[in-house]
């Protein structure tokens, strides 16, 4: 599966953005989803998943209250709702996608990567 993220961009301090994540050459509906972001200097770090079937998430307490992932299978389709954006949440964000029933919060389990959208908070 192939994914494609978008939606990234520069945006102030409090305000919002929202992410989308489209696969191409296999349905989502048999994948659970994950973002994940990288800021300069740093490593990978888990921000929100869901399940394939969307009942479950789990999320980073850092975005706790702020982010909101969802997905459309008809549409192919995983999002990721950002609020109250803060510059901490600059990073670039990935989408990715693992073949399973349940979530998953490590980088390790996912075997496919979209390529990354950039998104950056300035005071």
């Known amino acids: 599966v192939q994914l494609q993220a978008s939606g990234g961009g520069l945006v102030q301090a409090g305000g919002s953005l929202r992410l989308s994540c489209t696969a191409s050459?296999?349905?989502?509906?048999?994948?659970?989803l994950g973002w994940f972001r990288q800021a300069p200097g740093k490593e990978r770090e888990f921000v929100q998943c869901?399940?394939?079937?969307?009942?479950?998430?789990s999320y980073s307490d850092s975005v706790k209250g702020r982010f909101t992932i969802s997905r459309d299978n008809a549409k192919n389709t995983v999002y990721l709702q950002m609020n109250s954006l803060k510059p901490e949440d600059t990073a670039v964000y990935f989408c990715?996608?693992?073949?399973?029933?349940?979530?998953?919060?490590?980088?390790?389990?996912?075997?496919?990567w979209g390529q990354g959208t950039q998104v950056t908070v300035s005071n």
């Open positions: 050459g296999h349905t989502l509906s048999t994948y659970a």
């Open positions: 869901i399940s394939r079937s969307g009942v479950m998430t």
């Open positions: 990715a996608a693992k073949e399973g029933s349940y979530y998953y919060t490590r980088a390790g389990e996912y075997g496919f």
